[in-house]
């Protein structure tokens, strides 16, 4: 079935509410740390207290006495036994050359790299047991020097051997002489430098894992809050531990929000694994929040220098970038796909402009790793281009708005210059919707009575894109990814007809348990209380990639539609037996097979309890049973995009910005629940908002301490730093896969912070502040104003 | 240490060591993990539970804090038959929930903030939310959910 039919099924665009919803709210969630083994023993971590240091020694003796302490693992311990946590995504230099890939030991090897690197693995009956024995571990550390800021590292001391320079790899894309070429003649070239803020993931609920072993199976079991369980099986047992998949079961249960912080294979993960069958016991981790900070894969932390080429009426010719991308301490499992793949390839935005180059260095710096979150690139990308474009509109005395309507592509499928092809979009239908939602006109007229009031106030566009539905293995093969990113769905059809969805995609507050069975339900014309989905075991469902990049309905949903195509298939196939007519006359359509021309029909329940009592059945011809499963592998990326607008308002005297207004429209192609993706752009756009405003990550640039290590000292967002936001959608449907969607997880954080930021820097543009680098707190924006006077 | 608590209407004795966390009783010793951990600086708000019907922070209390105290946690907000609360129920309708994580503590948080505040207006329900944080959901279907909730417990 294809998206045009799909989309005019029953139900498809009703925002039904979440079926998961009654365990959520009554307590009955099942959350890893929930979950309670029988002869369960308890892990804690000792970490390094220092960024880079030398290990002179450990001494257990002490620890291993107190009480309940069943046994200390070391990095001695493991060495020799496994490898170490695998980079799955294999970045080239210009001259072909493979960039840097350092050990990432699973416990500490003579040396630590950043602060809260693991140490070691103490186990004990209790938790109380577990952290008093942690405390008595000495370690003889001889203290390095540190370095934090990626623009620092290549003069700092090295982290690792391999890497004397701490260069990661050198990357780009594009062609310098030609952009260089280009840049010559413009009439006008705009110039920004910026920062892209370190930010910390934060899901409400800490990383958390029990790892189990039975000698009577010889099976491992690993529950763990994650968001990819088949990814992390794989990795785990092909690359770390070298185990077969087959004895290896994860189980990712309820997971509390992941936002690409649970996608990777963690060195807890691991010792967790590997230690219950050294003790033959389970063992259970929960991250302190305070360790969630120190070593939950940070995001972003990009330093970038922009220029744009323009004609003299604003028409981009070519754009020139370079940017330096922090790796952190290691490379985590898709750290290194993060700045360029999932970056570069975004920066045509929504624009024309025909030629690209762009550069990336990536380094190693004594922080915690730096990884995939929520956007992975996407948001980089979109922050960089939006600012500048901000800035070309004003150096040339053009509106916002107006300079991106000049640029916009309007023709599809278009190939940019940075090797995605876009199959569909319509820019300006985004934008005109948004800037009536946004009631641009009133604008003038909002700026009056804010200074009225003694305040400034702006507005800020952001038209974004980004590359969803991730991805094409053969592409994503060609560009150095170690794995395939399609997905599998399988449809169970029981006797009396109801039916269990097994799916790859993980939910972890996306509501795929209520948008899945939407859609088989509206595909076999049954209730969505007669489908169930079960996710997150790799001993249920037959094999999966997982949730990021916005791809759970794009991949895994379609997945769902090949499996379902398959199931309608050989349906048609019993009810034609039923009703005695020909495969070919039999049609299907409300949950009822008909035959063209006539009067008979068998209802779906009727075909399915056939399919499992084959008394009257075509046994000759077909198997009994109704059950299917299909991988779908997608043929390009999807491409959501839209405009956000957003409005501040600025107390010069404090420096405080408060977002006053924020509109959103945008282009999801095909929705199937407008609920649950309105509650996605909400999120996201927080995520976004907090990003431009309120969060950051800072590591003390001498001592390599995290001084922003608790929910005290790192913003999070709350619920009285926003107003009411406005969200609208446009609808082109996505041209290549079988449901039209494009995948909507991200948008608001991509989106938003280049909104705010224009904004901001609209409302000080009067105070001469024409420069900002996020976030845009209190005292930073008082700084900018008393530097700019 | 000995400590009697009643907990969602039942009696319940504990015997635990005097350093046990609320929620550590409520969550380990009781069972009632629907009380959440969501960090370890009374900041999140997911442990939040009714301590003699006020909104209390269970991290950030001793067991031994509340003897004899009546504590109502998610687990018995709804009624005996499963039919949720209104304020459980408003959630659902309004989507006031995505991962659920933080969820059960910030139903016990509105339930509180709506007995106390029956004519709260929206931003002043989002003030009054500051102390529990939510990473999903971007807080607007949650202030939805409140006022929902806020109404129908009135007409309740």
């Known amino acids: ?789 | 240490m000995q400590i009697h608590l009643k907990v969602n209407g039942k009696s319940v004795h504990l015997d635990v060591p005097p350093n046990t966390l609320l929620v550590q009783a409520l969550r380990e010793n009781l069972g009632l993990t629907g009380t959440h951990v969501g960090c370890d600086t009374a900041q999140c708000g997911a442990c939040t539970v009714l301590v003699n019907g006020d909104a209390v922070k269970s991290c950030n209390v001793l067991a031994a804090q509340v003897n004899g105290a009546s504590i109502a946690t998610i687990e018995g907000l709804a009624e005996a038959d499963g039919t949720m609360h209104p304020m459980q129920a408003a959630f659902k309708e309004c989507h006031g929930l995505q991962c659920g994580f933080c969820t059960t503590g910030m139903v016990m948080s509105a339930v509180d903030l709506c007995n106390k505040h029956p004519k709260a207006t929206e931003p002043e329900i989002r003030e009054l939310l500051e102390g529990n944080i939510c990473r999903c959901t971007g807080y607007q279907n949650i202030v939805r959910a409140v006022v929902m909730g806020q109404a129908a417990m009135a007409s309740a």
Request: with cysteine; glycine share 8%; charged share 20%.
């Open chain 1, 1 to 789: 079935m294809g998206a045009s039919d799909f989309s005019k099924l029953p139900h498809i665009g009703e925002s039904l509410r979440r079926k998961e919803d009654y365990r959520f709210l009554t307590g009955a969630g099942q959350y890893t740390d929930d979950i309670t083994m029988a002869k369960q023993s308890y892990a804690v971590f000792v970490r390094s207290p220092h960024a880079h240091a030398n290990l002179k020694g450990i001494d257990l003796a002490a620890a291993k006495a107190m009480p309940g302490v069943i046994e200390i693992f070391t990095g001695k311990d493991v060495e020799g036994k496994m490898g170490g946590l695998p980079c799955g995504w294999l970045i080239n230099n210009p001259d072909g050359t493979p960039m840097k890939e350092p050990p990432h030991p699973i416990l500490a090897q003579g040396k630590v790299r950043y602060v809260g690197d693991h140490v070691a693995m103490v186990v004990a009956e209790t938790l109380d047991q577990a952290k008093n024995a942690a405390e008595a571990v000495v370690v003889d550390y001889d203290v390095l020097s540190a370095v934090v800021r990626v623009t620092d590292a290549a003069k700092a001391t090295a982290l690792h051997d391999a890497a004397p320079d701490n260069h990661c790899y050198k990357w780009a894309l594009g062609d310098k002489a030609q952009v260089d070429a280009t840049f010559a003649k413009a009439a006008h070239i705009t110039k920004l430098d910026l920062v892209n803020n370190r930010l910390i993931p934060n899901a409400l609920e800490p990383r958390a894992a029990i790892g189990s072993y039975s000698r009577a199976t010889e099976e491992y079991t690993l529950y763990v809050a994650n968001q990819n369980p088949h990814v992390e099986r794989l990795l785990m047992t092909a690359f770390v531990l070298g185990l077969p998949e087959h004895k290896v079961r994860v189980i990712a249960p309820d997971v509390g929000g992941g936002f690409g912080s649970k996608i990777f294979l963690y060195a807890e993960d691991v010792c967790l694994t590997w230690g219950a069958k050294q003790l033959n016991r389970s063992i259970k981790w929960t991250a302190e929040r305070s360790e969630s900070f120190l070593s939950d894969a940070h995001g972003r932390d990009h330093v970038s220098h922009a220029e744009m080429a323009m004609d003299k009426d604003g028409k981009f010719l070519a754009l020139r970038v370079h940017t330096d991308a922090n790796m952190g301490a290691y490379l985590s499992t898709f750290a290194t796909a993060v700045p360029t793949i999932l970056y570069a390839t975004l920066l045509a935005g929504q624009y024309t402009t025909p030629q690209i180059y762009v550069e990336v260095d990536a380094w190693f710096t004594n922080t915690a790793p730096v990884d995939a979150y929520r956007g992975a690139g996407r948001p980089e990308a979109t922050y960089l281009l939006e600012r500048l474009v901000t800035r070309c509109a004003w150096e040339l005395g053009l509106g916002q708005d107006e300079i991106r309507k000049r640029n916009f592509i309007t023709t599809f499928p278009y190939q940019t210059p940075v090797a995605l092809q876009y199959d569909v979009g319509d820019y300006h239908a985004c934008m005109n919707k948004a800037q009536v939602l946004a009631d641009v006109a009133g604008f003038e007229a909002r700026k009056a009575d804010s200074k009225a009031k003694g305040l400034l106030r702006g507005i800020g566009y952001s038209s974004y894109i980004e590359a969803c539905g991730i991805a094409p293995s053969n592409i994503a093969g060609a560009l150095g990814a170690r794995a395939g990113l399609f997905e599998c769905g399988e449809i169970r059809v029981h006797p009396t007809g109801s039916v269990t969805v097994f799916t790859g995609s993980h939910s972890h507050g996306q509501g795929h348990e209520t948008t899945f069975a939407q859609v088989v339900a509206a595909r076999l014309g049954i209730t969505c209380e007669a489908v169930d989905v079960v996710h997150g075991d790799t001993g249920r469902v037959p094999f999966g990639m997982g949730t990021y990049g916005s791809r759970s309905i794009s991949v895994g949903g379609a997945a769902i539609m090949k499996a379902l195509d398959k199931i309608e298939t050989k349906a048609k196939k019993i009810a034609a037996h039923l009703m005695e007519a020909s495969d070919a006359d039999v049609e299907f359509a409300n949950g009822e097979f008909t035959v063209k021309g006539t009067d008979k029909k068998v209802t779906f329940g009727q075909v399915a309890l056939t399919a499992y009592v084959p008394h009257n059945y075509p046994l000759d011809k077909l198997e009994p049973g109704l059950n299917e499963t299909a991988f779908y592998d997608p043929t390009n990326f999807t491409f959501p995009a839209g405009t956000y607008i957003c409005e501040v308002e600025i107390d010069a005297a404090t420096g405080f910005t408060r977002v006053d207004r924020f509109s959103a429209v945008d282009d999801f192609g095909t929705i199937i629940n407008p609920m649950i993706v309105e509650g996605q752009v909400h999120g996201g756009v927080v995520q976004g908002i907090g990003q431009a405003l309120l969060e950051n990550c800072v590591y003390d640039p001498e001592s390599g301490q995290l001084l922003t290590g608790s929910l005290m000292d790192y913003a999070m967002p709350r619920a009285d730093d926003f107003p009411h936001f406005k969200l609208d959608t446009v609808c082109t449907p996505c041209t290549h896969n079988p449901l039209g969607t494009k995948g909507c997880g991200e948008a608001g954080a991509i989106g938003s912070p280049p909104a705010v930021i224009n904004a901001v820097l609209d409302a000080l543009k009067d105070l001469k502040v024409i420069d900002f680098d996020m976030p845009a707190s209190p005292a930073r924006v008082w700084e900018a104003i008393q530097a700019a006077k």
